[in-house]
Every structure is written in structure tokens, then in C-alpha cells.
């Protein structure tokens, strides 16, 4: 391992930016110290730098960060438009657009301060090749955990998603554990038949978590031109109009992950700390915040301080006695 890019201790312990009130919104996941439920959504804050130009803005306030998409290869992304709001919510084709694994480790990883919350990798690829070796790379790098894109297209299949298959779900699960003892979280996907079953299958093949869940696929057409407003024509549907949506994929997943003790990253149109606690008796053990950082950049210390409010009110010390 390249001597510049030293793993931080294991045990390491993050103080949070704000000041927490009786009750404790830490948790232990898949062996990482969150010193918060929220995990900043991959996408929504580049490589961890995207936000701390906001004044008041910490990424202390998070638990985890999860890192832009990255490939083995550069890529430049989808041609434009790559964004575009919608009632409630946004629809997004960017197209993985990263400067390539190899950059991302020597150059970025080590600009990163890893005493102020946990950083995870997310994995992305158009092969089971690719998915392996992205993986083994960031293995040998600080980084503290590993997100699996199974959304991304397999070229060799014709360009069917990965995430749509439980069989090609696993195929990538298990291809990856073998390359990385880092705590691997597969996101899974809302646009396939039955996502209990690929649960079920990505468990089987040795995922450590699951990310529940990604965007929801969706167009928008300019009716002055009469065409797709996205260049890729079609784009990821995020925001709160997919919450409902995400909460019955949470619940459904937990009943496969529960008795496994598989946790589960609850996420999709997360903007309040009611939000969040919707999620959290939903089955998650932490909560994902993405778009709602567009228009709310300090939106996590509301959530954090709603959420200990919560817990106090009902008398509970933790985070773990709410799903006791």
C-alpha cells in the first residue's frame, strides 16, 4: 500500500459538530462508529468536499458520507441535461461521471479527514471485471467501507441492470467479497420485481448491509420541443415524492435482513427528522439525506436534534432500544 495513504486506527471515535442531548443518536454499523444515523447519499456530495464550503456546514453532523460513484476508468458522464426538478422531487442522469478509481485513491482519499466521520466508497461498474477490480483497489485504501452500485448497466448481458437480477445481484456480492474483508453495502434497487428475493440472494452471497433504496426510474418531456428534457432520456427519480415508495421497499427488506442482523440504510425523499424516524420503525438502523441537501445544506443538524428530541420523548436512551 502506498505509504502515503495510511489507514486511520480502527477504533477511532468522531465528535459531533453539534451538541446532542441526553438521549444517544451513536451506533455501531457493521463495525463502523456512527456518531450519527444520517449517511450523506452517494452523488449528493462529490468526494466528501462538495458542502464543507457552506458556512455552518460539517460533515461531522453525519455519520458516513458515501462517495461519489467511481469506476476503474474515467468517465465523462451522460450529455445534458443531467438534472431536472420535479413536483417533489428531482429526476438525475448524470452518467457516473468520476475521474477513475486510481485518481480517487492517490489523490482524493488522502485530503480527506477521516477523524470527522466515516467515509464509504461507492462501487460502480459495467462488469463483474470491473465491480472486482474497483473493489480490491479501495480495499487497499483508508477507506472505511464499501457501497456496491448493482444499478449499473452489465454491457455483457445487453445492458440489463444488474440490480433488476437477483442472480447477477449476487453474481457481483460475491465477486467483490472475495477481494475485501471491508464491510461491503449492497444498494438495491426499486425498480425490479421482488426485492425480497434479491435480498435474499445479495445475504447468501455475503453482503455486510444494504442501502434501501436507489432512485426510481422516470423521464420529463419539454413539450415545446416534444422531446425528453434529460439527454440520457430517462433519469433516477429522487426526493420526497419516492418516500412512501422507499418505506415499504425498508420494511420488506428488514423481514429478510432482520434475522440475519443484516442493517439497512433506509433512504429515498428523507427531508425532516420525521422523516428519518418514519425510516427507522420502518427497519433501518440509519438513514440516508441526499436531495434535500440541494435546497437545505443544514438540514442535517435538524435532523439529529429532531431525532434525539424523539428519542427523549419516549424515554428511550438510544437508537437501538427504538427498534427493540
Given at each position: 500500500m502506498n505509504a502515503a495513504i495510511e489507514s486511520p486506527p480502527a477504533d477511532r471515535r468522531v465528535t459531533p459538530a453539534w451538541t446532542p442531548p441526553a438521549a444517544s443518536l451513536a451506533l455501531e454499523f457493521c463495525g463502523m462508529h456512527f456518531a450519527s444515523p444520517i449517511v450523506l447519499l452517494?452523488?449528493?456530495?462529490?468526494?466528501?468536499?462538495?458542502?464543507?464550503?457552506?458556512?455552518?456546514?460539517?460533515?461531522?453532523?453525519?455519520?458516513?458520507?458515501?462517495?461519489?460513484?467511481?469506476?476503474?476508468?474515467?468517465?465523462?458522464?451522460?450529455?445534458?441535461?443531467?438534472?431536472?426538478?420535479?413536483?417533489?422531487?428531482?429526476?438525475?442522469?448524470?452518467?457516473?461521471?468520476?475521474?477513475?478509481?486510481?485518481?480517487?485513491?492517490?489523490?482524493?482519499?488522502?485530503?480527506?479527514?477521516?477523524?470527522?466521520?466515516?467515509?464509504?466508497?461507492?462501487?460502480?461498474?459495467?462488469?463483474?471485471?470491473?465491480?472486482v477490480e474497483v473493489t480490491a483497489r479501495f480495499d487497499d485504501s483508508p477507506i472505511d467501507a464499501m457501497e456496491i452500485n448493482i444499478s449499473c448497466p452489465n454491457v455483457k448481458e445487453g445492458g440489463v441492470q444488474f440490480g433488476n437480477s437477483p442472480e447477477m445481484s449476487a453474481r457481483v456480492v460475491a465477486a467483490c467479497r472475495k477481494v475485501t474483508r471491508k464491510p461491503l453495502i449492497t444498494k438495491l434497487s426499486p425498480n425490479q420485481t421482488d426485492i425480497q428475493q434479491n435480498a435474499k440472494a445479495c445475504i447468501e452471497a455475503g453482503t455486510d448491509a444494504f442501502a434501501v433504496i436507489n432512485t426510481l426510474m422516470g423521464m420529463a418531456i419539454d413539450t415545446r420541443t416534444g422531446k425528453p428534457v434529460i439527454g440520457n432520456r430517462q433519469g433516477g427519480l429522487s426526493g420526497p415524492a419516492i418516500k412512501p415508495i422507499a418505506l415499504l421497499k425498508v420494511a420488506q427488506v428488514s423481514e429478510v435482513a432482520k434475522p440475519h442482523r443484516v442493517p439497512i440504510i433506509g433512504q429515498g425523499g428523507i427531508v425532516s427528522a420525521n422523516d428519518a424516524i418514519e425510516f427507522l420503525l420502518a427497519g433501518a438502523a440509519a438513514v440516508g439525506v441526499g436531495t434535500a441537501l440541494f435546497y437545505d445544506p443544514l438540514v442535517c443538524p435538524k435532523i439529529n436534534r429532531g431525532i434525539a428530541g424523539y428519542l427523549a420523548a419516549q424515554g428511550l436512551a438510544n437508537l437501538a432500544a427504538l427498534s427493540a
Open positions: 452517494s452523488g449528493c456530495v462529490g468526494f466528501g468536499e462538495e458542502y464543507t464550503r457552506v458556512a455552518g456546514f460539517s460533515n461531522r453532523d453525519a455519520g458516513a458520507i458515501c462517495l461519489k460513484g467511481t469506476t476503474l476508468a474515467p468517465r465523462l458522464g451522460n450529455q445534458p441535461h443531467r438534472v431536472y426538478e420535479t413536483p417533489m422531487g428531482m429526476l438525475n442522469a448524470i452518467g457516473l461521471q468520476n475521474p477513475g478509481v486510481d485518481h480517487v485513491v492517490r489523490n482524493i482519499l488522502p485530503e480527506l479527514d477521516f477523524t470527522e466521520t466515516r467515509f464509504i466508497a461507492n462501487v460502480s461498474g459495467s462488469t463483474v471485471e470491473e465491480y
